[in-house]
């Protein structure tokens, strides 16, 4: 499964730094993903690219670099984790949230970035500019329009369906849900095998604690996929066999087992040129404050 520098970076950055101060000496980052076979020319590359895109700023120590996520990146990495370790579907009050945008072509680069947000978030198209989602977003629609600067071309409306067909109805013209069950389909095939694999080397003391980095990460940077194409909805708007909730147990359980010394192979490296004292004293990589048990 091919991993881009930059978007391990991201993970990294979710799953690990942000619970020991947010911030990376640029050698340890290298070093980190070197385990993946990216070289040190790449990852120099793939933080200028996100430096220069507002998800991390740089500081200088000595002669050393740091870097570490903005505003803007701690509230996106915020948003992934809460999706990620949140297994129990969210209850829902039978409402959907309807978004509409009426954005000039003067504005299309913001519009582009706002579609993309959209998806992200968890909404479906029910035309190019008509957006629906059963979840609770308006904080979230609310930001993004700030930031792109569009509040005078968009209209959100909080409001019950009435037909004339019924809510899987709408779910099925919004969302490929069949697609995504494929695709939950490929991951559980693959890392339920894996896992069994895996877990018993542990057992038997036959894996590094570098090994079960690598598998953690990847493991997050697979699942972290979901998100992109995953909209998150109520189990009452899921068909009757959706993998998802499977592939979230089997997350959860992979995940708890690399988890202890995957992280020690991480502070052995973190600790080389980086305060380590700045670690989170709540964190507890083992009951992680977003991992509700399904």
Not at 9 to 20: A, K, N
Not at 32 to 46: D, I, P, S
Not at 53 to 65: H, I, L, M, Y
Not at 235 to 249: I, R, V
């Amino acid at each position: 499964m091919g991993m881009n520098t930059r978007s391990m970076i991201f993970t990294l950055y979710g799953d690990y730094i942000r619970h020991y101060g947010n911030e990376i000496w640029i050698g340890s980052l290298i070093s980190l993903l070197k385990e993946f076979g990216h070289n040190e020319q790449a990852v120099r590359a793939a933080i200028s690219r996100m430096y220069k895109q507002g998800w991390v700023e740089s500081t200088k120590k000595g002669n050393k670099s740091y870097y570490y996520l903005t505003e803007r990146g701690v509230n996106r990495m915020e948003e992934a984790a809460d999706r990620i370790f949140k297994f129990k579907p969210a209850e829902w009050d039978g409402k959907w949230r309807m978004l509409m945008y009426t954005i000039p072509e003067t504005k299309r680069n913001a519009r582009d970035e706002f579609r993309k947000e959209l998806v992200w978030s968890g909404f479906g198209a029910m035309s190019t500019s008509t957006w629906i989602s059963p979840n609770d977003l308006e904080k979230q629609v609310k930001d993004l329009v700030e930031k792109y600067e569009i509040e005078p071309f968009v209209e959100f409306f909080v409001s019950e369906y009435k037909g004339p067909n019924d809510d899987a109805k709408l779910v099925e013209k919004c969302w490929n849900l069949e697609e995504i069950n494929e695709k939950y389909q490929e991951f559980i095939s693959y890392y339920s095998q894996k896992f069994i694999i895996d877990r018993n080397k542990i057992q038997n003391g036959e894996m590094t604690d570098a090994e079960c980095f690598v598998e953690r990460t990847s493991l997050v940077h697979e699942y972290r996929k979901f998100l992109f194409v995953d909209p998150g909805l109520p189990e009452e708007l899921l068909p009757k066999k959706w993998l998802g909730n499977h592939a979230a147990s089997l997350f959860s359980d992979y995940y708890r087992t690399l988890a202890e010394p995957a992280s020690r192979f991480f502070e052995q490296v973190f600790k080389e040129g980086n305060e380590i004292k700045h670690k989170d004293e709540s964190y507890n990589v083992l009951d992680h404050p977003l991992m509700i048990e399904p």
